[in-house]
Each structure stands twice: as C-alpha cells, then as structure tokens.
Nanobody, 124 residues
Framework: VQLQASGGGLVQAGGSLRLSCAASGRTLSSYVMGWFRQAPGKEREFVAA????????YYADSVKGRFTISRDNAKNTVSLQMNSLKPEDTAVYYCAGTLNRYPHYMNEFSYDYWGRGTQVTVSS
C-alpha cells in the first residue's frame, strides 16, 4: 500500500488543521493506522492511532483532547483533526500503517508502511 499525507500548512496558535492520509494499491480497512510527527532536531514521536475497525483510538498525552483521529474505509482515508494548535505542534506529520491488528500503537517500529510527511507550522 502507498500512503500519502496531505493537509499541512501554516496556522496561527489556537487554529485548526485537518490532515488526511490517502491510500492507493490496497484498501486500508485491514490496517491499523497511526500518525507520527517529527520536529526539527527531535526524534519522531507518536501522535495518534486507530484500530483497523475504527472502534479504538489512542493518543499521545500532548494531543489528547485537541486532536481526533478517524477513518473512512469507504474512501480509503484516515484523517487527523487538529484543534487548538500550539507552536509546539510544529513538525512534519507522517501517516503509517500496519497489518498487525494488535501492534504496539505508540512504537514507530510497529508500522510497516509510511507516507511522505506533510509540514505543519503553528505560529505564536
């Protein structure tokens, strides 16, 4: 499966953005999907994940209550709605997927497929 993230951009603190991850080559319905981000000079970190059924979601503490991950298997997409953005949310955001139905959601090495990132910049 090929993944492509989009929707990044420049936004003021307190604003919102919605990232999308589109898949081609295979249906996403069997994949656990996650979002990770990497800020300059920092390691890539977990942001959010959603089970293959969409019934369970997981969030990093730093984004809990502000970000929402969702999936539309009919459209073969996964989205990340980001509200109340902060300057510290500035990073390149990546979507990732795995066919392992019970992975370690927060561990980037659990994911086999990665899309190119999309830049999110939050100005203060």
């Amino acid at each position: 499966v090929q993944l492509q993230a989009s929707g990044g951009g420049l936004v003021q603190a307190g604003g919102s953005l919605r990232l999308s991850c589109a898949a081609s080559g295979r249906t996403l319905s069997s994949y656990v999907m996650g979002w990770f981000r990497q800020a300059p000079g920092k390691e890539r970190e977990f942001v959010a994940a959603i089970s293959w059924s969409g019934g369970s979601t997981y969030y990093a503490d730093s984004v809990k209550g502000r970000f929402t991950i969702s999936r539309d298997n009919a459209k073969n997409t996964v989205s990340l709605q980001m509200n109340s953005l902060k300057p510290e949310d500035t990073a390149v955001y990546y979507c990732a997927g795995t066919l392992n139905r019970y992975p370690h959601y927060m561990n980037e090495f659990s994911y086999d497929y990665w899309g190119r990132g999309t830049q999110v910049t939050v100005s203060s």
